[in-house]
């Protein structure tokens, strides 16, 4: 089992930047892809930036530029650097976490609040 739970999230003025952080416990995440989800009011779930074990990444093309993810296996955690934070990037932030070659996310941690006003 993998139990995920973020932190960073909060409010921030546009233009700003927040670094969100995922922290893993129970077994080792190294060969996880591990992924940033966002979902906002009104919305459906979307994904940010995933990375692999091997540390691949991968952007949503709205985001690339401003959003960074990166992890560090030995902490087992994971992190989202956001700059130039918009109003549109508001939203419940999500990490999850998946085992290759499986598609499915089996890992979810349970949130974090990014509000971002203008």
């Known amino acids: 089992q993998v139990q995920l739970v973020e932190t960073g999230g909060g409010l921030v003025q546009a233009g700003g930047s927040l670094r969100l952080s995922c922290a893993a416990s129970g077994r080792s995440v190294s060969s996880y892809t591990m992924g940033w989800f966002r979902q906002a009011p009104g919305k459906e779930r979307e994904l940010v930036a995933r990375?692999?074990?091997?540390?691949?990444?991968y952007y949503a093309d709205s985001l690339k530029g401003r959003f960074t993810i990166s992890r560090d296996n030995a902490k087992k955690t994971v992190y989202l650097q956001m700059n130039n934070l918009e109003s549109e990037d508001t939203a419940v932030y999500y990490c999850?976490?998946?085992?290759?070659?499986?598609?499915?996310?089996?890992?979810w941690g349970q949130g974090t609040q990014v509000t971002v006003s203008s």
């Open positions: 999850a976490a998946r085992l290759p070659p499986l598609v499915r996310y089996d890992y």
């Open positions: 990375i692999t074990g091997g540390g691949a990444t």
